[in-house]
């Protein structure tokens, strides 16, 4: 797992159950945003997440999410 999906990690399960699109983590962790998808879609490879359409906690708009289950 590299440094960026650790804390998008971190993150996610500090925040549980709030969900962040990978825009709003691209703006956090101030990366771009393909860097910040990539993280995510790592992070829901690991047991215990997943990736589904849900509303982010922070911009409120429809996307894709990595969440913890």
């Known amino acids: ?17 709030l969900a962040y699109c990978d825009a709003c983590l691209a703006l ?8 910040a998808r990539g993280a995510a879609v790592g992070v829901a490879a690991a047991s215990g997440y997943q990736r ?9 708009r429809t996307a894709e999410l990595t969440q913890p289950v």
């Open 1 to 17: 797992m590299s440094d960026l999906e650790e804390r998008v990690r971190r993150l996610l399960l500090g925040h549980a159950p």
């Open 28 to 35: 956090h962790f101030e990366v771009s945003l393909a860097d």
């Open 52 to 60: 589904d359409q849900r509303e982010c906690s922070s911009c409120h």
